[in-house]
């Protein structure tokens, strides 16, 4: 059944996007009151709980939709891009988050919290809620826009030795993460993406979204001498993100760039903050081993490069910073739902050997 998003068969986006806000202070506020013990529980045991309540709480056709065999196929088939049929019906795997009861959507709110920090949280609240922005700035007839479209799955029996995941996704947002018992073992691919940006206009107008990961990244380039600039620059804009892999594709990697060893130290400064906005989305267990990765890769082996048309409207970027272990890919080339240009942002993070946990096997 295609959803409308007039509110006349579901509560506005607006509402909607309201009741995520809610239900995810309402996640925050559980968390804090927390006992010193839950606080010093690991990702992966919060993780555990977090599937198990979620899986528990739905009904047997819903939890039919949210869960699947660890080795299905479906777990590696990852997308940022909206999915629906010519009807405009989801073709997105999942149980969407707008069917849940409200305490159905608190528990699944909490499974999200379980593999984001704070800043992290928020971010994928921010992007969710843009669909309300787009719904209102787009013309009628295209694709959904609903905060509501976005995907639970649950990959194998949470807890299970022998492997689980999860996942959550829609519109510009892709979490996955895999583990063994209640142990981590992978969180790419990780996409965040925001259309718009910037907020032209409306009620949210001024509102930022993933901002970290353009502000920072221009004062780096802004940094450069002419030398590092004739090696890190690019000709053209950066390929587009791979969806649907379990690994980069080799086409995205082994480009030409700047070496980080040629940095200061303002400009390893000003690296190491863009690094840590992109781990630090994680929990602070999560960075703290994703950190100690980055950190660990020679620095003359960890390339920047980016693409920036100063004589375009809205100068239109791309970088990427690639590591033998890790690839950041930034894009910031497409207008936004009322056009404006280069407002709209694709951003992920992934692990080169392979996303899903098989970098670790």
């Known amino acids: 059944m295609a959803c409308r998003c007039d509110g006349s068969e579901f509560r506005s986006s607006k509402a909607l996007a309201l009741s995520l806000t809610m239900a995810g202070l309402l996640a925050l506020a559980v968390g804090s009151s927390a006992t010193s013990h839950m606080a010093e529980e690991t990702s992966g045991s919060k993780m555990t709980k977090a599937a198990k309540d979620f899986l528990s709480s739905l009904e047997a056709d819903r939890k039919k939709e949210a869960l699947f065999d660890f080795a299905n196929k479906e777990r590696t088939n990852w997308n940022f891009v909206p999915l629906q049929d010519k009807q405009r019906n989801p073709t997105r795997k999942g149980i969407r988050l707008e069917l849940l009861s409200q305490s159905q959507k608190e528990k699944a709110l909490a499974l999200l919290r379980s593999g984001t920090s704070d800043r992290g949280y928020q971010s994928a609240l921010d992007i969710m809620n843009l669909e309300s922005v787009l719904n209102r700035q787009e013309k009628p007839g295209g694709n959904v826009r609903n905060p509501g479209w976005y995907f639970i799955s649950v990959f194998g029996e949470p807890g299970s030795e022998s492997g689980w995941g999860w996942r959550w996704e829609g519109h510009h947002l892709a979490l996955n993460f895999t583990l063994r018992g209640s142990a981590v073992t992978g969180t790419t691919p990780a996409f965040f993406g925001a259309n718009p940006?910037?907020?032209?206009?409306?009620?949210?107008?001024?509102?930022?979204?993933?901002?970290?990961?353009?502000?920072?990244?221009?004062?780096?380039?802004?940094?450069?001498?002419?030398?590092?600039i004739a090696k890190?620059?690019?000709?053209?804009?950066?390929?587009?993100?791979?969806?649907?892999?379990?690994?980069?594709?080799?086409?995205?990697?082994?480009?030409?760039?700047?070496?980080?060893?040629?940095?200061?130290?303002?400009?390893?400064?000003?690296?190491?903050?863009?690094?840590?906005?992109?781990?630090?989305?994680?929990?602070?267990?999560?960075?703290?081993?994703?950190?100690?990765?980055?950190?660990?890769?020679?620095?003359?082996?960890?390339?920047?490069?980016?693409?920036?048309?100063?004589?375009?409207?809205?100068?239109?970027?791309?970088?990427?910073?690639?590591?033998?272990?890790?690839?950041?890919?930034?894009?910031?080339?497409?207008?936004?739902?009322?056009?404006?240009?280069?407002?709209?942002?694709?951003?992920?993070?992934?692990?080169?050997?392979?996303?899903f946990g098989f970098s670790e096997n």
């Open 197 to 228: 940006a910037e907020v032209k206009s409306g009620p949210e107008k001024g509102k930022l979204t993933v901002e970290g990961c353009s502000s920072i990244a221009l004062k780096l380039i802004g940094s450069f001498s002419p030398d590092q």
């Open 232 to 355: 890190a620059e690019a000709t053209k804009a950066g390929i587009e993100i791979d969806q649907g892999q379990s690994k980069p594709p080799a086409s995205a990697l082994s480009v030409d760039g700047l070496a980080t060893d040629s940095f200061n130290e303002n400009q390893t400064g000003l690296l190491g903050q863009l690094l840590h906005y992109y781990t630090g989305r994680l929990p602070a267990d999560l960075e703290a081993r994703e950190l100690a990765l980055v950190k660990g890769q020679p620095a003359a082996s960890v390339k920047f490069q980016f693409f920036r048309d100063k004589n375009a409207k809205g100068n239109p970027t791309t970088y990427r910073i690639e590591a033998p272990a890790y690839l950041i890919q930034y894009l910031n080339v497409q207008a936004d739902g009322e056009g404006n240009p280069a407002n709209h942002i694709h951003s992920s993070y992934r692990r080169v050997k392979g996303d």
